[in-house]
């Protein structure tokens, strides 16, 4: 019978959630990492005992660690466990927690700045990497989403990370901004279908795709309506909270807007509406169901103000229809005095029949549901604030 | 012998309780004893003080003999005490979040 593996990356930790395929009765291992944030955790396609992680703290700054037992064990891959610790020249390694933007003129746009709160101009400055997407096809290539916004890739296991310069130097960097929660690369979907091809999303820049593995990038933002920015219609500083799609229709990407759920037909070139009926269309993730790539999922959040959800019912909204009609599933989910959020890398699906679909609030509850969004359990409550969750499926 | 004190979520990283103790070359200098701390624990490499710049991360601080260093020039000799192990260097976390 297959298995499931849930990894939660909270304010204070990292935890992992295992069930059989029944997903009714689960296992709760952790905290990993205790004390310190953990934006993120992603298993490899090729490899699902390899684990990423991203450990951070305001204070002592970025690491990487890495899992090759499937969460048991973990280590930073620039400080290997019982490899010397320095250079044959005596230089500390530690490289994986080294992300150095390229400012080089081998990159041929030594971009250094973008546009501050004050319409100043600001130098790049690292802060830390908000989502780690592995390749689909080498477990030891792994790509980097940062604050400020860029993308990083590493071939060699989370070991070293260099940048993908021609995304924040392909013309428009200078005019990105930071949003209220600072300007994260927080999204990375590589297209299934050709692995040069991948659609990134920046608050608050907009999104961007390449067609060449990350060499050049372009923004795919027209369509987006953003009342709020000097010009609504610009083409980038929209501030885009998710992006995701199905692995069967790579061109039809699907975005969770600031205000706003979007969708386009044709890789990004051109977007439309569809929020439909929905109750409000302000939130943070976005999700495809893994078997009927026109079957979506949103959690309304009341106001970029107010974020929790209205009138304090905790409620997914499922489109079967891409868009546009949208159904509230509650069942098993509190719908009174619910004022928590759901943060933007905090859903994910399982690919198991029927499709399992999971959140992770800011209250500390992980949800799980088994049916496709019918009905949903809360497999754990009471963990630190939910910063992302990611679901394997294991043999 | 200089004695350290690094925060706790350090020690975690590191695998160590307790003070550190480093070998540092005299002078004994803030630059000398980060130097020797990620030289021995290069997992802290980056966690005090930025990979690129050399500078201290902003909310950590330095404290020796009682005396904020934080400012101080990381190549100006540490306090006698420090330098022979009397007193123990503390780098401290910001008291701020939660």
């Known amino acids: ?395 | 012998m200089v004695r350290v004190v690094i925060p706790y979520h350090l020690k975690m990283l590191a695998k160590v309780s307790g003070e550190v103790e480093l070998d540092v070359a005299s002078p004994a200098t803030l630059k000398g004893v980060l130097e020797a701390l990620e030289a021995r624990y290069p997992m802290l490499c980056g966690t005090v003080r930025d990979q690129s710049t050399g500078k201290r991360r902003p909310m950590i601080r330095f404290f020796a003999c009682e005396e904020d260093w934080s400012n101080e020039s990381p190549e100006k000799p540490l306090p006698e005490k420090i330098a022979n192990g009397a007193e123990p260097l503390l780098v401290v976390g910001a008291i701020a979040g939660g």
């Open chain 1, 1 to 395: 019978m297959s298995r499931v593996r849930v990894l939660v990356g909270t304010r204070k930790g990292a935890f992992v959630l295992t069930s059989d395929g029944k997903r009714q009765k689960w296992t709760v291992d952790g905290p990993h990492f205790a004390g310190w944030e953990i934006y993120h955790l992603k298993a490899s396609a090729v490899d699902p005992d390899r684990i990423y992680a991203s450990q951070n703290s305001s204070w002592f700054g970025q690491i990487i660690q890495r899992s090759d037992d499937g969460g048991k064990t973990w280590h930073q891959p620039g400080t290997p466990a019982g490899e010397p610790t320095t250079t044959p020249e005596g230089f500390p390694k530690a490289e994986s927690n080294k992300f150095v933007y390229d400012a080089s003129e081998a990159s041929g746009r030594p971009l250094t700045t973008h546009l501050w709160y004050d319409g100043t101009q600001h130098p790049w400055e690292f802060k830390r990497v908000w989502h780690l997407e592995p390749s689909l096809t080498d477990a030891n290539t792994v790509y980097a989403g940062v604050e400020d916004a860029a993308m990083f890739r590493s071939t060699d296991g989370g070991q070293s990370w260099h940048e993908l310069a021609g995304l924040r130097g392909h013309g428009t960097g200078p005019n990105w901004q930071p949003g209220a929660g600072g300007m994260g690369l927080h999204s990375i979907l590589i297209d299934p279908k050709n692995h040069e091809r991948m659609f990134v999303a920046i608050s608050a820049a907009g999104c961007f795709r390449t067609e060449d593995g990350g060499k050049n990038w372009k923004p795919i933002n027209r369509g987006l309506r953003s009342p709020y920015i000097p010009d609504p219609d610009a083409e980038v500083g929209h501030c885009v909270h998710r992006i995701a799609l199905h692995s069967s229709r790579p061109d039809v990407l699907f975005m969770q807007k600031h205000w706003d759920v979007m969708r386009s037909d044709d890789g990004g070139d051109n977007w439309y509406e569809v929020s439909g009926d929905l109750p409000t269309d302000f939130g943070f993730p976005i999700e495809v169901h893994a078997h009927e790539p026109d079957t979506v999922f949103v959690v309304p959040i009341t106001s970029d103000s107010l974020h929790y959800p209205p009138d304090g019912k905790l409620r997914v909204y499922r489109s079967r229809t891409g868009g546009n009609d949208w159904e509230p599933m509650t069942r098993g989910l509190p719908q009174e005095n619910c004022y928590v959020n759901v943060l933007r890398d905090a859903t994910c699906v399982d690919s198991l029949d029927p499709c399992g679909v999971y959140f992770g609030t800011t209250g500390g509850q992980v949800y799980g549901s088994a049916d496709g969004g019918e009905s949903w359990n809360a497999i754990v409550r009471d963990l630190p604030a939910v910063l992302s969750v990611e679901v394997q499926e294991l043999a």
